[in-house]
């Protein structure tokens, strides 16, 4: 059902479109109008993460990547030798994160070629990733309906699963009252 041929052509097409971060209008106008060609709702919010949404059956699932990459992006020449994908030494490939991209792309074409059952899918691409998950952190994740879902971003051996990430929250808070903890705050007459 897969077909690899196109999930190459996709992939290679996709890194051939320059994407630093900031500048990802070209390749999200480009993934905007993939997904509304394959029948799917699509939207661009406004720092520039594309949104899409295909109906199915039972509870809406995420696919989820980014499409910015590091420089040095522009001009990539792919070079694929012996089932091996490279860039030509002069830019890096773009792999990262337009591999997740290329299979999002193509999870969804094999299921609209071969008339699949599905569940609905929801696919989220963000912006600059790259330089600190920028478009990730301003997604009006209100307007998401998907509770679950995959993020196809990892390296690693093909087929793994990574279920955990180093990540950093931060709160900050201000109390109003009076301090009221016996072994440290003195509050009496």
């Known amino acids: 059902m897969i077909n690899p041929d196109r999930l190459l052509d996709a992939f290679l097409e996709l890194v051939r479109i320059e994407s630093p971060s900031r500048e990802e209008a070209v390749i999200g106008k480009h993934l905007a109008e993939r997904f509304a060609a394959m029948g799917l709702d699509t939207e661009i919010d406004e720092i520039g993460n594309v949104i899409a949404r295909l109906d199915g059956q039972g509870e809406v699932f995420l ?57 609905p899918i929801e696919v989220v691409i963000t912006v600059q990733e790259e330089i600190g998950l920028c478009g990730a952190k301003v997604l009006d994740t209100e307007r998401l309906q998907s509770r679950v879902g995959i993020s196809l971003d990892a390296g690693g051996v093909p087929g793994s699963i990574i279920v955990s990430t180093p990540s950093k929250n931060s709160l900050s808070a201000v109390v109003h009252g009076k301090a009221a903890h016996a072994g440290a705050c003195r509050y009496w007459p």
């Open 63 to 119: 696919l989820a990547a980014h499409m910015d990459t590091v420089t040095p992006c522009q001009g990539v020449v792919p070079v694929v030798e012996n089932g091996i994908i490279r860039s030509d030494g002069t830019t890096v490939l773009g792999g990262d994160d337009k591999a997740g991209v290329a299979i999002i792309l193509e999870v969804l074409q094999a299921i609209l070629t071969n008339d699949l059952v599905h569940l």
